[in-house]
T-cell receptor, first 114, second 107 residues
Framework: NAGVMQNPRHLVRRRGQEARLRCSPMKGHSHVYWYRQLPEEGLKFMVYLQKENIIDESGMPKERFSAEFPKEGPSILRIQQVVRGDSAAYFCASSPPTGDGGYTFGSGTRLTVV | GIQVEQSPPDLILQEGANSTLRCNFSDSVNNLQWFHQNPWGQLINLFY???GTKQNGRLSATTVATERYSLLYISSSQTTDSGVYFCASGGSYIPTFGRGTSLIVHP
């Protein structure tokens, strides 16, 4: 079991470019969660998805950010027209359908906007 | 939403010392986890413990759900225990994180 796989591990983008972060959940997990961690801070919830459905996006900025979890393939967090304030570590977690047993996190993607 | 508070915010120990980290949450929860974020930024799942007590080597955790708190015990601390310890709790399927306890263990 390869665990939750996130790629890339590090991503550098210039202001105004697009950033695409990928997350493949653990085998058997159908729920995906994205979190953002700013330096010296805790993890802030962004969005919760199941296959082909966004369940809760209350933590995601209304503009420039979007997320999807297609029927096939990884979950994608997309940030358009990145700004310096988007620089952060973005973590993905997955859980089984029941939520029992807790959440497993990936190693994160560290986005730097220059 | 659920509020999660962790204490202390910072902790400095000498190798071999014991410590207790606390996590208070504001409402009933059906999941509670402790994580260790190592100096390289990786989040390691320590315990899934919505109630009761669990032990794993030098670490153990206790959650008293009726009183809305959880404790993480670290015994005989080692330098590799350094990092930030987070608890996350949630009444739904979305865990809310505390701000963490930053632990430094000196040799």
């Amino acid at each position: 079991n390869a665990g939750v796989m996130q790629n890339p591990r590090h991503l550098v983008r210039r202001r105004g470019q697009e950033a695409r972060l990928r997350c493949s959940p653990m085998k058997g997990h159908s729920h995906v969660y994205w979190y953002r961690q700013l330096p010296e801070e805790g993890l802030k919830f962004m969005v919760y998805l199941q296959k082909e459905n966004i369940i809760d996006e209350s933590g995601m900025p209304k503009e420039r950010f979007s997320a999807e979890f297609p029927k096939e393939g990884p979950s994608i967090l997309r940030i358009q027209q990145v700004v310096r304030g988007d620089s952060a570590a973005y973590f993905c977690a997955s859980s089984p359908p029941t939520g029992d047993g807790g959440y497993t996190f990936g190693s994160g993607t560290r986005l730097t906007v220059v | 939403g659920i509020q999660v508070e962790q204490s202390p915010p910072d902790l400095i120990l000498q190798e071999g010392a014991n410590s207790t980290l606390r996590c208070n949450f504001s409402d009933s929860v059906n999941n509670l986890q402790w994580f260790h974020q190592n100096p390289w930024g990786q989040l390691i799942n320590l315990f899934y413990i919505p109630s009761g007590t669990k032990q794993n080597g030098r670490l153990s955790a206790t959650t008293v759900a009726t009183e809305r708190y959880s404790l993480l015990y670290i015994s005989s601390s080692q330098t590799t225990d350094s990092g930030v310890y987070f608890c996350a709790s949630g009444g739904s399927y979305i865990p809310t994180f505390g701000r963490g306890t930053s632990l430094i263990v000196h040799p």
